[in-house]
């Protein structure tokens, strides 16, 4: 169980074009899920929370207009990188989280990631 | 920077051997997770400690949790070729609000198991 999927793996895109990225989960509902960016080598940084119905929250520094995050159902949110740049080249991760009777679960399940290159 | 740090960054050991891998943050945490990464692949849940417990154990692994020095470390007995990959602490946070309530990633330890 808890099986995060992400679409897709991998893309090549041109500088000025949109890219979107979808995250599943594919057997439970995801109240919230999270999107991270890691440079090669180096660890996860969180570049949003998303929960369902409502806009996403932003961490410092990432440009909400850049980064278009919509999370629409429990089992879907995509992330829309507008504009892309070389600059945006990246591996893109999202995971997902759920209720747990009262309680919100502390693991999270991560999707394989996206790895998005811009020329 | 919130982020955690992991030392070492990185480690190479032969099959067989036990691998100690440290992480330090610096707020007050609800528990601290451990995950590991293939080389670019997505991340897999290893263990979670809560602040109220001290040791843990799942299978080779072994986590201990010192809250009062804000550090865990992660201990792989008999290591095997397999566990090459990436390993990461990441620390929930005090606030059990759940639309804020995240994860902080620590720097991580890249381990290397030669056979």
């Known amino acids: 169980g808890a099986v995060v999927s992400q679409h897709p793996s991998r893309v090549i895109c041109k500088s000025g074009t949109s890219v979107k990225i979808e995250c599943r989960s594919l057997d439970f509902q995801a109240t919230t899920m999270f999107w991270y960016r890691q440079f090669p080598k180096q660890s996860l940084m969180l570049m949003a929370t998303?929960?369902?119905?409502?806009?996403?929250?932003?961490e410092q520094g990432v440009e909400k207009d850049k980064f278009l995050i919509n999370h629409a159902s429990l089992t879907l949110s995509t992330l829309t990188v507008t504009s892309a740049h070389p600059e945006d080249s990246s591996f893109y991760i999202c995971s997902a989280r759920w209720w747990e009777g009262l309680s919100i679960t502390d693991t999270q399940y991560f999707g394989p990631g996206t790895r998005l290159t811009v020329l | 920077s919130q982020q955690g740090e992991e030392d070492p960054q990185a480690l190479s050991i032969q099959e067989g051997e036990n691998a100690t891998m440290n992480c330090s943050y610096k707020t007050s945490i609800n528990n601290l997770q451990w995950y590991r990464q293939n080389s670019g692949r997505g991340l897999v849940h290893l263990i979670l400690i809560r602040s109220n417990e001290r040791e843990k154990h799942s299978g080779r692994l072994r986590v201990t949790l010192d809250t009062s020095k804000k550090s865990s470390s992660l201990l792989i007995t008999a290591s095997r070729a397999a566990d090459t990959a990436s390993y990461f602490c990441?620390?929930?946070?005090?606030?059990?609000?759940?639309?804020?309530?995240?994860?902080?990633f620590g720097t991580g330890t890249r381990l290397q198991v030669f056979p």
């Open positions: 998303s929960n369902e119905g409502s806009k996403a929250t932003y």
């Open positions: 990441a620390t929930g946070g005090a606030k059990r609000s759940y639309n804020t309530d995240k994860l902080i």
